[in-house]
């Protein structure tokens, strides 16, 4: 069974850009939730969709913005790119958001601004 | 809000020895999950292992235990006949139990370095 699927596994962009970053999770999996990890802050809590909605959000502007699709595929978007927000963003995965389902990460995509 | 302590940036522990990882929590709720986490250098987030606020028998698995002490807020991760494979960042985390509205979220922990020497 495939795992949670990040991509790209690295990036580099400029200040002022945006971005997108795509995570499949495993399959039959229907939560998906984002974590930035930087230096700094620590893993921090981005946001968490289930049946494409988005059920909790982390404390974060509003430049960061994510989806589900139908087929669990999630996406998350960084507007207006500043050079704090490089940071790896972890996705994960579970079957559900349920008391005994724990999360699976994928790799990470490495976001670099220049 | 919740927030989870690891008050250990680094540990190091020769291999076949025992270390015991600290973390505390703050939280005003009664029912919630924790969770011990490992990130070796190739970036994935392994689930080591998870304890149930309501189970008072601390959880295991293989060489991995935990110490659950619920009142002090205290949840320690015992790594017993250490290998290399062990080496990587730990993070402790927690996740609240909200009528099923908060599993999704993880607070984590700054993390501790596990060096094990051979």
């Known amino acids: 069974k495939a795992g949670v699927t990040q991509t790209p596994r690295y990036l580099i962009k400029t200040r002022g850009q945006q971005v997108t970053l795509s995570c499949s999770p495993i399959?039959?999996?229907?939560?998906v939730s984002w974590y930035q990890q930087t230096p700094g802050q620590g893993l921090q809590f981005l946001f968490e969709?289930?049946?494409?909605?988005?059920?909790n959000k982390g404390n974060f502007p509003g430049r960061f913005s994510g989806r589900q699709f139908s087929n669990s595929r999630s996406e998350m978007n960084v507007s207006t790119l500043e050079l704090g927000d490089s940071a790896l963003y972890l996705c994960?995965?579970?079957?559900?958001?349920?008391?005994?389902?724990?999360?699976?990460f994928g790799d990470g995509t490495r976001l670099s601004i220049l | 809000a919740q927030t989870v302590t690891q008050s250990q940036p680094e540990m190091s522990v020769q291999e076949a020895e025992t270390v015991t990882l600290s973390c505390t929590y703050d939280?005003?709720?009664?029912?919630?999950?924790l969770f011990w986490y490992k990130q070796p250098p190739s970036r994935q987030m392994i689930l080591v292992i998870r304890?149930?606020?309501?189970?008072?028998q601390n959880a295991t698995e293989n060489r991995f235990s935990v110490n659950f002490q619920k009142a002090a807020k205290s949840f320690s991760l015992k790594i017993s006949d250490s290998q290399l494979g062990d080496a990587a960042m730990y993070f402790c985390?927690?996740?609240?139990?909200?009528?099923?509205?908060?599993?999704?979220?993880?607070?984590f922990g700054q993390g501790t370095i596990l060096t094990v020497h051979p």
């Open positions: 994960a995965s579970s079957l559900a958001p349920g008391r005994l389902e724990p999360q699976h």
């Open positions: 399959s039959g999996h229907r939560s």
């Open positions: 969709y289930f049946s494409e909605t988005q059920r």
């Open positions: 939280t005003s709720e009664s029912d919630y999950y």
């Open positions: 304890q149930e606020a309501y189970k008072q």
């Open positions: 985390a927690y996740s609240r139990n909200a009528g099923g509205t908060s599993y999704g979220k993880l607070t």
